[in-house]
């Protein structure tokens, strides 16, 4: 496996915040590695400071999961498979934001995004997932 | 940007708690400065022990979104946008009894009530935050 | 039993501001009742963050201990009886400037006062109790 | 007071990095704002995982105390006054590598910095506070 380097992290990191600034909403952008680590992170001027905590555990949420975070909203409904899973490992986040990164097929990190609607937070998290493509 | 002093923190709480003895519903008042840290905090006579955590909690709550807590109960509800956002950050109150303090449109505070129905708290939160502008 | 009201806790705290104001250093200052729950608080201009919460522990720990938190300084030292005493009941604070309140005998509540050395810390403490006698 | 920008904290963080690639020592260095709250984080390739937290918490405890965490250590070792501290707050760290940042004497932010000795994490953390005076 060729784990994510810092470099790789701040390309991330960067696309997204370019991504933000063009769709005009400030943003929080975490990068970890494929152990849920932090390695980047950067909280754009007016960006709202409960999303420094919900951009970490997106992208941590990714990597426990090896899914979107999108991909978890409907299952954890009222009545759904994995109600409450949100309470477990210590807390986590199942709205979009929060997209794994793979190169050749292996889990080597995760992009998590807050601080927009979850459709501008998916936006940027993809922008910045893209960057490492 | 002009912070909160304890002066302005016990002008809002005063206000908050004799809206409180006016209503006839003993109250938690909190108020917090910009980076959600406790100011002044007071707890009338017979009001509900929860409420000290709860009345602190919806204070720094209004700090982390730069919103009032009641805002966000329609956005955390199943199958709502922001389901499971109370989970996040330490722990968020998402029902009403926050509300930000701005001062020449920058946020320098919040303050949090709790102990009555919502609707008490926010007439109580209302009342202190008034009390600054 | 007579239960703190909160006009005792305003008493003891204001009591405990007008003596750190007159000894120079800005405080934090808690009240609690007999069951270690805030009654009210303050925090002086100038006067460190870190002492919101441990004010409160000071507190909290004369209550659950009832002894002044002086007390407990040499029994947690390495080697002495209590040595890790401060890592149970969710974090007790083992130096001075906590003090219980008693009423005809009983524990009815307690100060706790953080921000300066130890010494100034237990004389607003000493200050804020003795307004109660 | 003028709040740190994320173009401030980036300033800061890249001085930080330059001086821990000088030392060959790598390191994870965040930057806080005036309430401690995360602005922006690095980790370089190599350095511990574990001090994903401690910088943060370094930066935080700086903010907290408004002092170097370096001034801590005496104070908390047994014996010593604030034996104990780093229990409360939340979890502090006592050891040097986190910094205050001051504009026209206000406190408007911090730097933490681990993954190497205590002496290589100030000389970075000092580099990083350098950056922006």
Known sequence: ?????LQDAEKALAAGLAKATEI???MNVAVVDDGGHLLAFARQDGAIRVSIDI??????TSILMNLPTAAL???VQ???ELYGLEQTSGGLVTFGGGIPIHRDGELVG????????????VTVAEAA???LA
Do not use: I, N, W, Y
Request: proline letters at 9%; zero cysteines.
């Open 24 to 26: 005009g909403q400030p």
């Open 73 to 75: 909203t409907p299952l």
């Open 129 to 131: 997932v893209a960057a």
């Open 110 to 121: 995760a992009v998590g995004v807050s601080a927009g609607s979850v459709e501008q937070d």
């Open 55 to 60: 951009a970490q555990r997106k992208a941590r």
């Open 1 to 5: 496996m060729q784990r994510l380097t």
């Open 78 to 80: 009222p009545g759904a």
